[in-house]
């Protein structure tokens, strides 16, 4: 007997669709036709009380079901789904209202879905719709209403839904896991399932270029740009799906999660506090040394916090400007269009980065509904200049995001290869930026590095180095390759540095008294040498200065824990902290370590009189 019925249609060459009608007794009615309307060709799906039509503008569905799509960037996502790490999909009911916030159901199931909606609101690529046929005697609302309770966990939880980051889509297994989670042996369900396959090859072409690398070269950036322009995608679709093959990169999980976690606490107690920042902050440092680009926490900022007042202030300068640039390009007469200055473009660059070092979500904000009114308006209106005036600025800041990302990766990474590619890139976008106003690659790039308090003492040589290589490439001075070996030296000289300071540190935790004189320092560091080199770690000996500056930054350690930190932690003083910091030359990361080890020994009882640590130097 048959049990399910399997079609598959075209309603364009972007649009096609996927009917799977499965349950009792299908094979004995008829539940399907061709036909036209006004001269177009339609695909009429019917039951008793239920209909689906697919023309060529949208579809037509009334009677029982809904719509249901997996989650990506640019879906509205309940607060109350984004803090359940099971939930995965979107479920749309007909005739559903929200009313003083619950959700409510009426009769009024009809309804018309234009393409273009379905993929700006649902999934850029595969939207599913859904009736049922049964012989259920209630009204439309109680049977909607008993639809969610029986397939609503199902729907929102389920792994069958195509999931386009993985490839995965089964139809079969997601009509079976319904029908079981429906219980009416005398029910039939009918399922379909929409497909955008102009985005479908875009998100595929993406994430195939970010998948290994988790960066986009300058190859594939041009790659994909040329088949965006072939097949018309908008750009708020692109970044839907940049974003989207960023965010579910399963090695950027773990480090989203726990930012996310500290934003649902924050969430929970309508404040985040100093402490709370302060991790945010340090999560997305380590997510640059990940290479975890910095978008996908702001869209968690943006969903997360952006329903909390936190702190009562006037719209800083730099937003109003942002707001009265994009109003006078996208609401200015067509003659005016065009009137975007290097001036006007500086300032963009401008509140970006205050953005950034504010992270403040109101730019970020104002660019992504700015993109989606921008969108809306162009196929209402087909306003073809307004988009290439806005793609223009979105590629200036995608640009400073790559910058800035390349910047931050040779700044606070600790290792990492091609320099000589990175550098290029760096050299051409200089020229770009300075091209704009002289200097502005440096304001906007180099500058907050420096100021940035977690950069480490050779991060700070290598952004110098970059600063002063960049300039002297550009004035004959310098070829690439130099400035790369000088950064690749600058790398392996911290590496060694951490190979002896840990090793030199780890020796002379009982044995303080080797540090006293430079005879038994020179005695030490030949030891050491040569039990490094006999276990292949070094060749040759340890360099005298380097040693002596690990010497010495191990005792202004061993001072600072022993004598210090318990003081600090006593009087709570911590100006004493900050003057240390600046003072001794150690890195700020590197003492934030050592004080969570004093603390936990103090928790454990290792901290004898006068807050010493019993048998270590730090």
Not at 42 to 52: I, K, L, P, T
Not at 55 to 75: D, L, Q
Not at 489 to 511: C, N, P, S, W
Not at 574 to 587: K, Q
Request: include cysteine.
């Amino acid at each position: 007997m048959i049990e399910s019925i399997r079609l598959h249609g075209k309603i364009s060459p972007t649009i096609e669709y996927f009917a799977t009608i499965a349950g009792a007794k299908i094979n004995q009615r008829y539940y399907y036709e061709s036909t036209e309307e006004d001269g177009e060709p339609v695909d009429r799906f019917f039951s008793a009380g239920n209909e689906f039509r697919l023309t060529p503008r949208g579809i037509v569905h009334r009677g029982v079901g809904g719509s249901f799509c997996e989650y990506m960037f640019g879906v509205d996502q309940p607060i109350e789904d984004l803090v359940k790490p099971d939930v995965v999909n979107r479920l749309v009911m007909y005739g559903a209202i929200e009313v003083d916030g619950s959700v409510r159901f009426t009769d009024n199931t009809d309804g018309f879905d234009r393409y273009e909606r379905i993929f700006l609101d649902g999934h850029a690529v595969t939207n599913y719709y859904f009736f049922v046929q049964s012989d259920y005697k209630g009204s439309i609302r109680a049977r909607q209403e008993d639809l969610v309770r029986r397939l609503g966990k199902t729907l929102k939880r389920s792994r069958n839904v195509a999931h386009v980051s993985t490839g995965r889509a089964d139809d079969d297994l997601l009509v079976k896991e319904l029908l079981e989670a429906l219980r009416e042996p005398g029910s039939a369900l009918f399922l379909f399932r929409l497909v955008h396959r102009h985005h479908e090859e875009y998100y595929e072409a993406f994430r195939r270029a970010y998948e290994a690398e988790k960066a986009i070269s300058d190859a594939d950036r041009e790659q994909l740009a040329a088949l965006a322009a072939r097949y018309g995608i908008a750009q708020y679709a692109q970044e839907r799906v940049k974003i989207d093959v960023m965010h579910k990169h399963p090695d950027n999980k773990r480090i989203i999660d726990e930012y996310k976690e500290i934003l649902i606490a924050a969430g929970r107690n309508n404040e985040i506090n100093l402490s709370e920042i302060a991790r945010l902050t340090r999560l997305r440092t380590l997510s640059v040394r990940n290479n975890i680009p910095t978008t996908l926490f702001d869209t968690l900022d943006e969903r997360l916090l952006k329903d909390k007042k936190l702190v009562e202030t006037d719209e800083p300068e730099y937003i109003r400007e942002t707001r009265a640039i994009f109003e006078g390009l996208f609401l200015a007469r067509p003659e005016l269009i065009d009137a975007i200055t290097k001036e006007d473009l500086v300032k963009l660059l401008r509140a970006k980065a205050k953005s950034v070092a504010h992270r403040d979500l109101a730019f970020e904000a104002i660019l992504l509904e700015i993109g989606r009114v921008c969108d809306e308006h162009a196929v209402q209106a087909d306003a073809s200049v307004i988009l290439e005036n806005f793609s223009s600025i979105i590629t200036y800041f995608d640009r400073y995001d790559t910058t800035a990302s390349t910047i931050n990766q040779l700044a606070f990474m600790e290792a990492w290869d091609h320099p000589e590619e990175k550098l290029r890139s760096l050299l051409h976008n200089k020229k770009i930026f300075d091209e704009v106003k002289k200097g502005l690659f440096e304001e906007l790039f180099i500058d907050p590095v420096r100021r940035n308090t977690y950069l480490t003492a050779y991060g700070r040589r290598k952004v110098e180095t970059i600063a002063t290589g960049l300039v002297a490439i550009e004035e004959g001075n310098a070829s690439v390759r130099d400035i790369a070996a000088d950064l690749l030296a600058i790398q392996d000289e911290a590496a060694l540095y951490r190979l002896v300071h840990t090793h030199l540190k780890d020796r002379i935790k009982t044995f303080y008294s080797e540090l006293t004189s430079k005879v038994e320092q020179d005695a030490l560091r030949r030891i050491l040498s040569e039990e490094l080199s006999s276990k292949g770690l070094i060749a040759g000996e340890i360099p005298e200065g380097l040693f002596r500056q690990v010497v010495l930054n191990i005792q202004k350690e061993a001072f600072y824990v022993n004598s210090l930190l318990p003081e600090i932690r006593r009087t709570g003083d911590m100006r004493l902290r900050e003057d240390f910091i600046e003072n001794s030359g150690l890195d700020r990361f590197h003492i934030e370590e050592l004080e969570k080890e004093y603390d936990e020994r103090v928790e454990a009882g290792l901290v004898g009189a006068g807050g010493a640590v019993h048998a270590a130097v730090a």
